[in-house]
């Protein structure tokens, strides 16, 4: 069934499918009112096409195991304010988001790797477009509107990024999960942009059974 001939469901606005596989159902479905979106599964026919037609999303928490995913996303997701991706692959993930243009309305980007680590030359490269100050030396952005308000890394070692320049003069607040450690990254000259309370905090509530289940 198309979806512009698909039912349509009004109540919803948080929709967590983080446990489904192949969740093609979707398809049959039109969703006007959904702003959150939890979806580990993002390798299913019709995904994409699930995006386009709710660019209303405006929170995600995505799984990616394939590049192909992650470079069609800035593309089909632009809209997107609070992005969290678990790297269920090694994906190359920061140059999607760095580049040009990519997620011009994001504000808050956390990246979990549940498999391998992030990768530092990665980590470097989203610091230095996305996080640092424009009147910062290591800075290569020249847009302030572009900037971050919070990220994070979830890794489970910390220590292949102590050669990082820019991680070791950040500020660092850790919380540890079993053996995994979220790392919120800020930095003195920008605690205005960053010390705002996290939104991420909405797409945890994706997966703690507030949102609707399918």
Known sequence: MALSSAPITTQIQFLD??????????????????????????????????????????????????????????HIASQVTTLHLVL????????????PGAFPALKNLGV??????????????????????VNHPLSTTTDP???????????????QYEEVDVYMQATKRIVESGSMKKIYLSWPTEQANFGVKSRLNSIGRLCEGGPERR
């Open 17 to 74: 499918i983080w446990y489904q596989s192949s969740p093609q159902w979707l398809l049959t479905i039109s969703f006007p009112k959904l702003r959150g979106l939890a979806c580990r599964d993002t390798n299913w026919r019709g995904f994409t096409e699930f995006l386009m037609a709710h660019s209303t999303i405006e929170t995600m928490k995505l799984g990616v195991s394939a590049n192909e995913i992650m470079t069609r996303l800035p």
């Open 88 to 99: 269920l692959q090694g994906i190359q993930w920061g140059s999607c988001v760095t580049s």
């Open 112 to 133: 979990s790797a549940l498999v391998g680590g992030i990768h530092p030359s990665e980590l470097d490269t989203i610091v230095r477009t996305r996080c640092l100050p």
């Open 145 to 159: 509107s572009w900037l971050l308000e919070e990220f994070f890394i979830e890794v489970r070692k910390m220590g």
